[in-house]
């Protein structure tokens, strides 16, 4: 294990001495999901005035909706007490900024991977993006029909929240 992984455990082992078994059940006690990006400036229960516990995260390059994130909303629509979805991409994201041949020539000049066979998702317009994605949620048909799913996109600089859908 790589020393740089020392400090990970090392940090645990202290969160782990404070720690106190929670009531929590792993439901969203305020029935919300929040689909947002990998970024590490995002803290998303922060964002929304939330704690642990109140909200599922669902979190990926560039706040996309994929099949992975209609099968992690089926399982928290109904076994995990989620009511409502926030989409939540944000300002100066990677995804964001440049083409879908511009990303994949940039990870073949980091690391000599061709990386073309996958489909990375960059949002050239993130407002078109965004309604797409919060379309491709109301129009799936194994979630409830009365699902509520607002689009917003965080300004990282500013922290403000602009509610688009």
Do not use: W
Not at 9 to 16: M, V
Not at 41 to 57: H, N, Q
């Amino acid at each position: 294990m790589s020393g740089e992984f020392d400090v990970v455990f090392a940090a645990n082992r202290e969160y782990a001495k404070g720690y106190e078994s929670s009531v929590l059940t792993g439901r969203a006690a305020r029935g919300l999901a929040i689909v947002t990006c990998m970024d590490s400036r995002i803290d998303p229960l922060r964002i929304v005035g939330m704690r642990v516990g109140d909200a599922k995260i669902l979190r990926n390059a560039g706040a996309r909706v994929t099949d992975d994130t209609l099968r992690a909303l089926l399982l928290a629509t109904y076994l995990l007490e989620v009511k409502r979805v926030l989409v939540m991409p944000h300002t100066d994201c990677r995804m964001a900024g440049g083409t879908e041949e511009q990303i994949h020539q940039a990870i073949f000049d980091a690391s000599g991977i061709d990386t073309r066979s996958t489909e990375i998702r960059i949002a050239t317009d993130q407002i078109a993006a965004l309604r797409d994605d919060v379309a491709s949620i109301k129009s799936y048909s194994l979630l409830p029909e009365d699902l509520e799913v607002v689009g917003a996109i965080l300004d990282v600089k500013s922290g403000e929240l602009r509610r688009i859908i």
